[in-house]
């Protein structure tokens, strides 16, 4: 079963900086993709970011130019940089690890909160 171990939430004011962390359990390179959603109260999970095993990497419009994605194969970890933050970017950030055979696994979250 794979693990994976959201970390790095918090509270910061709006323009602020955050880096979210998810350590998965085997080889990022295993899965055929790593995302990162968000759900805030009251609102469907949204796909915020993905990066690809070949490196290819996405993000929603609403977080372009702010947050990045990127990954660390020696220690199993796909961060998610976000930078100049709004408050409406506060939610629960998920990772989800997508697998070839078309399963995925998900995290538990982080709460991350953008005062104003």
């Known amino acids: 079963q794979v693990q994976l171990v959201e970390s790095g939430g918090g509270l910061v004011q709006a323009g602020g900086s955050l880096r979210l962390s998810c350590a998965a359990s085997?080889?990022?390179?295993?899965?055929?993709?790593i995302n990162w959603y968000r759900q805030a109260p009251g609102k469907q999970r949204e796909l915020v970011a993905t990066?690809?095993?070949?490196?290819?990497?996405n993000y929603a419009d609403s977080v372009k130019g702010r947050f990045t994605i990127s990954r660390d194969k020696a220690k199993n970890t796909v961060y998610l940089q976000m930078n100049s933050l709004k408050p409406e970017d506060t939610a629960v950030y998920y990772c989800?690890?997508?697998?070839?055979?078309?399963?995925?696994?998900w995290g538990q979250g982080t709460q991350v909160t953008v005062s104003s």
């Open positions: 085997r080889s990022i390179f295993s899965f055929n993709a």
């Open positions: 990066v690809t095993s070949g490196g290819n990497t």
């Open positions: 989800n690890a997508r697998h070839p055979s078309g399963g995925s696994n």
